[in-house]
């Protein structure tokens, strides 16, 4: 069956949370390519990025994405850039899609996968094509162009809930001794058990919850994504959303002196993802209140015979002493040729300068 892959603007909200949303009964994508996330946030950016819709001979959705199109700042100057699911803006594209893609109807991958990397290439209003936070399997990796590199690889570091339940509950059995070390001294500080969990249920709960992420996070990096306004507006928003559809969770973990730590989790077709985190300073000097309250939840959601509880893309230490497993995420860009960019090219060569910088 042919595919037609176009581009449109999608500036009827509601008729595209439809669209979307009858697609995504259909089909077998991430969190990140839900509703939930997309809706989140096309309302809180001031972004318009063209809609790309793979449509069978009936005119029924076959794939669906966002591509955003903008004048992206390289080191020799702007360039016309095509970015997949995001805009091409830095501060509207903080929040950082992972797992991402097309949303494709289950058994129409390939041929949704082939429709958009030929409506892609036809177009002549890019030089770069950016596909953040892919597997390294996602078929529209095959563009065909001047010259692709891969700008970052980053470990997705994951809990089986399965094989906690299969220890019947006993998730420190997991780990390495040093981490049990941590957690079980942690425990120990806060009263010898782990913390209570909260989760808020309603607009002000949620509110006081975000308000408080936002104290705790305070100070604690040079970018700090929760200095800004609408970034936390677009946390909010997914967490608002949960309240409906029970797909975000905002967890508070306390123990009798009082506040521990909160998540922000997407809880989606039967695993549990970390997206958000903010913690109280440790009550000594060998305190984890991280690494209590990630324990915490991997218990609970054990409990709740969900598959997976995944700490999504990042590097830190932190994430590698919970995990008993990890897949990857790649960044790529994707290029056609164009003098400066050949010229870029050519003195990272001769300052080895890495891609991403």
Not at 40 to 64: I, K, M, N, R, T
Request: a neutral charge.
């Amino acid at each position: 069956m042919a595919f037609d892959a176009h581009f449109s603007l999608a500036a009827d909200r509601l008729a595209l949370a439809a669209r979307w949303g009858a697609l995504e009964a259909r089909a077998d994508g991430s969190f990140f390519l839900g509703w939930t996330w997309t809706g989140a946030w096309l309302d809180s950016y001031p972004v318009a990025p063209e809609l790309l819709a793979v449509v069978d001979s009936d005119g029924q959705d076959v794939a669906l994405a966002l591509v955003g199109h903008a004048m992206t700042r390289r080191l020799l100057g702007r360039t016309a850039t095509l970015s997949l699911n995001q805009s091409g803006d830095p501060t509207a594209d903080r929040p950082f899609v992972e797992y991402n893609g097309l949303l494709i109807a289950r058994g129409r991958e390939e041929e949704a996968a082939q429709a958009t990397l030929a409506a892609i290439a036809n177009r002549r209003d890019w030089r770069v094509f950016r596909l953040n936070g892919v597997v390294s399997s996602s078929p529209l990796l095959a563009l065909q162009a001047h010259r692709s590199y891969r700008v970052d690889r980053s470990p997705v570091y994951q809990v089986d809930l399965g094989q906690v339940r299969a220890g019947g509950g006993d998730y420190l059995a997991l780990l390495s001794a040093n981490s049990r070390s941590q957690i079980r001294r942690s425990m120990k500080d806060h009263g010898g058990a782990s913390p209570s969990i909260t989760r808020a249920v309603t607009p002000a709960e949620v509110a006081a919850g975000i308000e408080e992420m936002r104290a705790l996070n305070a100070g604690r990096h040079a970018d700090n994504a929760w200095d800004d306004v609408a970034f936390r507006g677009f946390v909010t928003a997914l967490c608002l959303r949960g309240l409906d559809n029970g797909e975000v969770e905002l967890l508070r973990f306390a123990d009798a002196g009082g506040l521990v730590g909160l998540l922000v989790n997407f809880v989606y077709r039967g695993q549990a993802l970390n997206y958000q985190s903010a913690f109280a300073a440790p009550v000594s000097p060998k305190d984890k209140p991280g690494l209590l309250c990630h324990a915490a939840a991997v218990s609970h959601y054990a409990g709740r015979d969900l598959a997976l509880y995944s700490l999504l893309a990042g590097k830190d230490r932190y994430k590698q002493s919970l995990a008993t497993g990890e897949e990857s995420l790649e960044w790529w860009v994707i290029e056609r040729f164009e003098l400066r960019l050949e010229a870029e090219a050519l003195l990272r060569r001769l300052f080895r300068r890495p891609a991403s910088a």
